[in-house]
């Protein structure tokens, strides 16, 4: 059983930042590429970012520009840094790993609203 760890949600109102964290067992971490899916209310789960092993980065477009992806080796963390929040990014957000087989986190709840 993989395990994540995640916190960093709440709530911010609109043109606010929250930095997601997510660490996992270095074993995971190492190897297998990391990201971020999201759900919001009444909708289907939706793909944010993803980094690999090396450190290349991808984003979905609404996030493209607004949202940073980042891994720390030393901390077998990844983060999601988001800027300029807008109240359609209101969703429980999930960690991931994607590997020979594929890993989620608990989710986080991040609310934006004035």
């Known amino acids: 059983q993989v395990q994540f760890v995640e916190s960093g949600g709440g709530l911010v109102q609109p043109g606010g930042s929250l930095r997601l964290s997510c660490a996992t067992s270095g074993s995971i971490f190492r190897t297998y590429v990391m990201g971020w899916h999201r759900q919001a209310p009444g909708k289907q789960r939706e793909w944010v970012a993803l980094i690999g092993v090396g450190g290349s980065t991808n984003y979905a477009d609404s996030v493209k520009g607004r949202f940073t992806i980042s891994r720390d080796n030393t901390k077998n963390t990844v983060y999601l840094q988001m800027n300029s929040l807008k109240p359609e990014d209101t969703a429980v957000y999930y960690c991931?790993?994607?590997?020979?087989?594929?890993?989620w986190g608990q989710g986080t709840q991040v609310t934006v609203s004035s």
């Open positions: 991931y790993a994607q590997g020979r087989s594929d890993f």
